[in-house]
């Protein structure tokens, strides 16, 4: 198992890569898992073919790391610049992610998994959406744009 804290390692020898977005308050491990091994299923990937990129906040993002990694899913944490960027640091954090993302989507099976959450949550649902990409809920469902 890899653990890469900074973004995403050079090799990509994964073969999939999606992005959880969810709140602060949400832990739910049970569901986090639930979500991950419906990807697997769907996919018909293995874990470690798949990386899991979180915005290293607590609650979901923390949740998922965890679980992901207990899981042998490959996984990357993209921490916000709050010293930079105060006010709008998670949102250029979502951004980033996305982007990478978009960037993979020729040669990687690429999305978003949404989970519960506020207004952060929404700005990576919106901003994902807006830029081509997927985005399922908890459910395995697509998210209308």
């Known amino acids: 198992m890899k653990d890469d804290n900074i ?75 709050w010293k930079a960027e105060p006010k709008r640091g998670g949102f250029i954090r979502n951004e980033l992610m996305a982007d990478v993302l978009v960037a993979l989507q020729d040669t990687h099976l690429v999305g978003v998994l949404a989970f519960p959450g506020a207004r952060g949550t929404a700005h990576m649902v919106s901003y994902s959406q807006s830029v081509g990409l997927r985005v399922s809920d908890a459910n395995g469902c697509t998210v209308p744009a």
Do not use: C, W
């Not at 949400?26 to 898992?33: H, I, K, L, N, P």
């Open 7 to 81: 973004m995403i390692n050079n090799d990509l020898k994964f073969k999939a890569a999606f992005a959880v977005t969810g709140g602060r308050e949400f832990t739910d491990a049970a569901a986090v898992e639930t979500r991950l091994l419906l990807l697997l299923q769907r996919t018909g990937l293995a874990a470690s073919d798949v990386y899991i990129a979180d915005g290293n906040a607590r609650g979901l993002d923390t949740t998922a790391h965890r679980v992901a990694r207990r899981l042998g899913f490959l996984t990357g944490r993209f921490p916000a610049d």
